[in-house]
């Protein structure tokens, strides 16, 4: 995991894998997260992260991988509905 931040423009990105990003989902004004070809995590873009380094923490802590990407699908079958 690496953590690479932007101060000139207020954004975190957590990178999960080294796997080139095929698509990005925008999960929550503020996060959005990049899909390999697989749907595996790749990583986590932030934004506006001077505000929301509690949501930037548990990015760093959050559960298995898999788990997340569950947690993506769930969302979005939730916009959806």
Known sequence: MRI???VAIDN???RISD????QARI???HLAVDL???GNVVGWDVHDASANEDLIH???HAPAE???VEMVA???ARQAA
């Not at 796997?19 to 095929?22: K, Q, R, T």
Request: hydrophobic share 30%; charged share 30%.
């Open 74 to 76: 769930r969302n979005e």
């Open 4 to 6: 690479e931040r932007n």
């Open 12 to 14: 975190c990105y957590i």
């Open 66 to 68: 898999s788990t997340l």
């Open 27 to 29: 999960l929550a004004p």
């Open 19 to 22: 796997a080139p990003a095929e």
């Open 36 to 38: 390999d070809h697989e």
């Open 58 to 60: 548990f990015l760093q």
